[in-house]
T-cell receptor, first 116, second 111 residues
Framework: GAGVSQSPSNKVTEKGKDVELRCDPISGHTALYWYRQSLGQGLEFLIYFQGNSAPDKSGLPSDRFSAERTGGSVSTLTIQRTQQEDSAVYLC??????????????FGAGTRLSVL | GQNIDQPTEMTATEGAIVQINCTYQTSGFNGLFWYQQHAGEAPTFLSYNVLDGLEEKGRFSSFLSRSKGYSYLLLKELQMKDSASYLCARNYGGSQGNLIFGKGTKLSVKP
């Protein structure tokens, strides 16, 4: 597609349920990133995929969070046993690669997650 | 640490010029990015600086001083639609691609 696509745009769930968020990056981009943005806070890095390399999971806040990227394209972020503090906007971005100007990241519209 | 500091809020008048400053820690630096984010929308890329100096792109310009760990975004001929948050970000470091973002500067343009 023309840009980064994320679904769903909004998700309301009950505490303790699992959720899956989807990201479809720009075609040809080898790098894919997940960030989250809480009210009044900056974007917080979660996880980063580059080509076929092992993902950089250093930003995941707990073992309830995981992500996969299938076939070097679509990615799914899974949050298990959701908690109220997980409520945030989850943003996905992609870039050509991970060096210099190729690291310019293009963002999707995000998924607004609300945990009740 | 990888702190990025920028003012929380700024107000300016339509037609004026505004400068939004950003300071960052220089260790492992390999690029400085500015993004614009309107309320409820995704961040959109504005500029990328890796060498010292000023990069001009229409009404928006971005400056970098690597030795000082300092950048600014200059917006000229302000328009009401420029009311948004402006996010300063730097690369994490080394070959890692993820970015470290400041909390953003909310700019309000008044008539």
């Amino acid at each position: 597609g023309a840009g980064v696509s994320q679904s769903p745009s909004n998700k309301v769930t009950e505490k303790g349920k699992d959720v899956e968020l989807r990201c479809d990056p720009i075609s040809g981009h080898t790098a894919l990133y997940w960030y989250r943005q809480s009210l009044g806070q900056g974007l917080e890095f979660l996880i980063y995929f580059q080509g076929n390399s092992a993902p950089d999971k250093s930003g995941l806040p707990s073992d309830r969070f995981s992500a996969e990227r299938t076939g070097g394209s679509v990615s799914t972020l899974t949050i298990q046993r959701t908690q109220q503090e997980d409520s945030a906007v989850y943003l996905c971005a992609s870039s050509l690669s991970s060096g210099g100007y190729k690291n310019i990241q293009y963002f999707g519209a995000g998924t607004r997650l609300s945990v009740l | 640490g990888q702190n990025i500091d920028q003012p929380t809020e700024m107000t300016a008048t339509e037609g004026a010029i505004v400068q939004i400053n950003c300071t960052y820690q220089t260790s492992g630096f390999n690029g400085l990015f500015w993004y614009q984010q309107h309320a409820g929308e995704a961040p959109t890329f504005l500029s990328y600086n890796v060498l010292d100096g000023l990069e001009e792109k229409g009404r928006f310009s971005s400056f970098l001083s690597r030795s000082k760990g300092y950048s600014y975004l200059l917006l000229k001929e302000l328009q009401m639609k420029d009311s948004a948050s402006y996010l300063c970000a730097r690369n994490y470091g080394g070959s890692q691609g993820n970015l470290i973002f400041g909390k953003g500067t909310k700019l309000s343009v008044k008539p």
